[in-house]
């Protein structure tokens, strides 16, 4: 675990905060001091007094440096602001205060499988939730996508094995992975370029009119207005070619305002994007993937970085657009508007093309820092070994990822085609077990490190039938819910994959009796050479059920008293559960007042 490391870099950080806030408190004061002795001493050389002109413009020159220094502090400021957002997200996460961060993905699992509710993948609390560390939608979207990769094969497989030695290498360089992710800090929260990726995917005509316009318009008044103060022209020469400048503004106006529009979300980010293809670019990287993603942004000619270094100015400009004074002199004297579209077309048929990839570099990347997550957060995590031919799943240590690792306990799995049965007590981790394996296949698929000291399995589609709810809306009960989970289990196993079942409590919708017998019929149809099923119940009638030809084995949960008292050692045993705990709980909560006799 790296917690040194970021608990170093956040104390840095906020020494570095503290000091850059009273470099910029002086700064501030300074260039306020600097700027009214200007004024007083130019006021002052009004009168005829050539030494204090000589002194006060030499303060507005000492007003122009601190300016540029300010600004400068500001932008540290800003750095270090990022650089702390980014420790802290990796310290929330090994503190056990992920869940208030923001970022839950809950929109993201609206449309997703039956799986992913019951394994906890998107929403508050989720395997997103604590993995997330994307900024950007496209980046989310891609993490998102991450986990619905099921039991890769072919390319699929070789491009999760490809993540697992660029998620070892970005561990392993936890100052590299700061600084991307700081530098990624400064993008808006959840910036969607897609309005951008789609306008640059179209033609840009240059209007020959336009750039005629703007190389000769701009000399024209620049001249008269220089004629005009020195008195060889009329003033009303270079206040017509103002105005005249001011009306082609105004007739285009709606045509520029959409086209500038769209640099709008790079006038903060540009910045921001051109350090991250710097850093990316610069980088001595081992890992074929990262090295791929390298050369998408070194290019063959121009690197993206360099690329991106004109459109940062040009959108930092547009950015001034919405000062006024700044909109009434750049287009009254230099057709601001027209010049800016131009070279958003000249920019965007050069270099528009190659930006598309590059935001899919660092969206790629943000999935790589996201799926580092627990690497960088736990003591012992493995990257899963692909196995080929019969279904297998075998496991040392094997945690929930999503409960903190010091109070998780670690059990082991060797699981084969077959049935196994687990049993135990309320509360004693049957449910927890089941969301534990799931969840660490699904890490596995999408190309992160899992929670064990080893773990390996085979290509297995996963099934589960954990979170079962009823549906007034639409009539459902829970019972009848349950049997369409099931139900997709029996067609999947008939197409002859590789299956993963969880089943929790199967059939709890309904009666005991109608419960045992609708369990052994689905048994029966789930038991065979190429599923590995693991259904969790309170009825010990299962654990005799018998499929000739295939494997069904018991294991069990317990529970222990101590002083009176329930405890649990969430340890996964051998065999079928002999205790019963329901009658403790009743008295504990005050439904009943003794032990029955």
Not at 40 to 48: F, H, N, Q
Not at 56 to 63: P, S
Not at 392 to 408: F, K, V, W
Not at 567 to 595: K, P
Request: some cysteine; charged content about 20%; hydrophobic content about 50%.
């Amino acid at each position: 675990m790296l917690k040194d490391f970021y608990l170093s870099a956040r104390a840095a950080a906020l020494a570095a905060q503290t000091s850059e806030r009273r470099r910029s408190r002086r700064l501030a004061a300074a260039r306020g001091l600097s700027f009214v002795l200007a004024v007083l001493a130019l006021a002052g050389g009004y009168d005829g007094s050539a030494g204090l002109t000589a002194l006060g413009i030499a303060l507005l020159f000492v007003f122009a440096r601190l300016v540029v220094c300010h600004r400068r502090t500001a932008r540290q400021l800003a750095l270090l602001a990022a650089q702390l957002t980014a420790v802290g997200g990796v310290l929330a996460r090994m503190d056990e205060r992920w869940r208030s961060l923001a970022e839950d993905g809950a929109t993201r699992g609206q449309d997703a499988p039956p799986q992913f509710l019951d394994l906890h993948v998107f929403g508050p609390s989720s395997l997103y939730q604590y993995l997330c560390r994307a900024r950007t939608q496209a980046g989310r979207d891609r993490l998102a996508a991450a986990f619905r990769t099921a039991s890769p094969a072919g390319e699929a497989r070789t491009y999760v094995l490809r993540r697992h030695t660029a998620i070892e290498e970005l561990v392993s360089r936890p100052q590299l992975s700061l600084t991307l992710e700081t530098y990624g800090a400064l993008l808006p929260e959840g910036q969607d370029l897609t309005p951008l990726l789609a306008a640059l995917a179209q033609p840009h005509p240059v209007p020959r009119l336009r750039v005629l316009a703007c190389a000769v318009l701009p000399a024209l008044t620049l001249a008269a207005c220089a004629a005009g103060l020195a008195g060889a022209v009329p003033l009303l020469v270079p206040g017509a070619l103002i105005a005249f400048s001011f009306l082609l503004t105004w007739l285009t106006e709606r045509r520029s305002a959409k086209a500038l529009a769209l640099l709008v979300p790079l006038a903060e980010a540009a910045g921001a994007y051109r350090e991250i293809f710097r850093t990316l670019e610069g980088a001595s990287f081992t890992s074929p993937h990262l090295q791929a993603l390298q050369r998408t942004l070194r290019g063959d000619g121009e690197a993206a970085s360099a690329g991106l270094k004109s459109l940062a100015r040009l959108a930092a400009a547009v950015g001034w657009r919405r000062n006024f004074f700044f909109s009434f002199l750049a287009n009254g004297l230099f057709l601001f508007d027209f010049a800016a579209g131009l070279l958003f077309a000249h920019w965007c048929r050069r270099a528009g093309a190659r930006l598309a990839p590059a935001l899919a570099v660092w969206n790629e990347c943000e999935v790589l820092l996201s799926l580092s997550t627990l690497a960088a957060a736990r003591e012992q995590t493995v990257f899963p070994t692909f196995l080929e031919g019969a279904p297998r799943l075998t496991a040392t240590a094997l945690q929930n990822p999503l409960l903190p690792e010091e109070a998780a306990v670690p059990n082991d799995a060797a699981l084969t085609a077959g049935t196994t049965i687990l049993t135990g007590s309320n509360m004693s981790g049957k449910t927890t077990w089941l969301r534990t394996i799931g969840m660490n296949v699904l890490l596995a698929w999408t190309g992160a490190p899992v929670c064990a000291a080893s773990f390996s399995l085979s290509p297995l589609a996963l099934y589960t039938s954990i979170r079962v709810d009823d549906s007034l809306a639409e009539g459902m009960s829970t019972f009848y819910a349950e049997l369409l989970r099931i139900k997709e289990m029996v067609e999947a196993e008939k197409t002859g994959r590789p299956l993963l079942l969880l089943i929790d409590e199967i059939f709890k919708g309904t009666n005991s009796a109608d419960r045992i017998t609708g369990a052994r019929a689905a048994l029966r149809h789930l038991t065979n050479d190429r599923s590995i099923t693991l259904v969790s119940t309170h009825d010990f009638e299962l654990c005799d059920l018998t499929v000739p030809g295939a494997a069904i084995e018991n294991a069990h949960f317990e529970e222990h008293y101590e002083d009176g008292k329930i405890a649990f050692d969430y340890r996964l045993r051998a065999g079928r559960c002999q205790t019963t705990n329901a009658v403790y709980l009743l008295r504990l909560v005050g439904i009943v007042d003794e032990e029955p006799t």
